[in-house]
């Protein structure tokens, strides 16, 4: 069965600074796709950013980044220039392809310090 | 616009009721879930419906019923609810079946109380 790993359940990181979040995940699937989503006070689930496992270039969205290391089934997030509005739970999660079934991680609350 | 929306937001309840929730997306998509998410925040999808048919049962307890009467629309009925189904409920919805990266998109949640 696939596993998603957040192996930081907490991380804090100083306004305007970088802070990287970890993912690791198994699979013996070649093909497939990580997503981060991000859950504020809100509740609201939303999608961050995602990569697909057969490209080799990590995706980038804005402030958001992905350090993608498939050899080592690693998915770290990468948050410059951190605002206070990125403050929430970030979930890590996994999807096979061809399967429309999503595993997630047990997520990372990041509180931003002003 | 609201995507994918779920009525109501909050829902308190007496153990033992039987209770609905529901689910609407916007966006023409044509799967849509239901996920779990507890106590500890661990989000786990418990059912998936693709153009009203049932696709995934994660070995959730029979009294978890999701009923589609449209591709727009899945709603979840909970008959005799138990202290363990507080938690919040999640709705999402995506394009196609087996599409590749495609995103799951999220409703805002229902915060599922039993008392």
């Known amino acids: 069965a696939q596993t998603v790993t957040q192996s930081q359940p907490e991380m804090s990181v100083q306004e305007a600074e970088t802070v990287t979040l970890s993912c690791t995940y198994d699979t013996s699937e070649s093909d497939y796709y990580l997503f981060w989503y991000k859950q504020p006070p809100s509740r609201q689930m939303i999608l961050v950013i995602r990569q697909e496992a057969y490209k080799q270039q990590n995706a980038t969205e804005n402030r958001f980044s992905v350090n993608f290391q498939k050899a080592a089934k690693s998915f770290s997030l990468k948050i410059s220039d951190s605002q206070l509005g990125d403050a929430a739970m970030y979930f890590c999660a996994y999807k096979e392809a061809g399967a429309n079934n999503l595993f997630f991680g047990t997520g990372t609350r990041l509180t931003v310090i002003p | 616009d609201t995507a994918v929306s779920q009525t109501p937001k909050y829902l308190v309840t007496q153990m033992g009721n039987d209770k609905s929730i529901k689910c609407e997306q916007n966006?023409?998509?044509?799967?849509m879930y239901w996920y779990k998410q507890d106590s500890k925040k661990f989000l786990k999808i418990m059912f998936s419906y693709n153009n009203k048919e049932l696709i995934i049962n994660e070995t959730v307890p029979n009294r978890f019923s999701p009923k589609s009467p449209d591709k727009a629309h899945l709603n979840l009925h909970i008959n005799s609810l138990e202290l363990g189904d507080s938690a919040v409920y999640f709705c999402?919805?995506?394009?196609?079946?087996?599409?590749?990266?495609?995103?799951?998109?999220f409703g805002p949640g229902t915060r599922l109380t039993v008392l």
């Open positions: 966006l023409g998509h044509d799967t």
């Open positions: 999402a919805s995506s394009r196609v079946l087996t599409a590749g990266a495609d995103t799951q998109y």
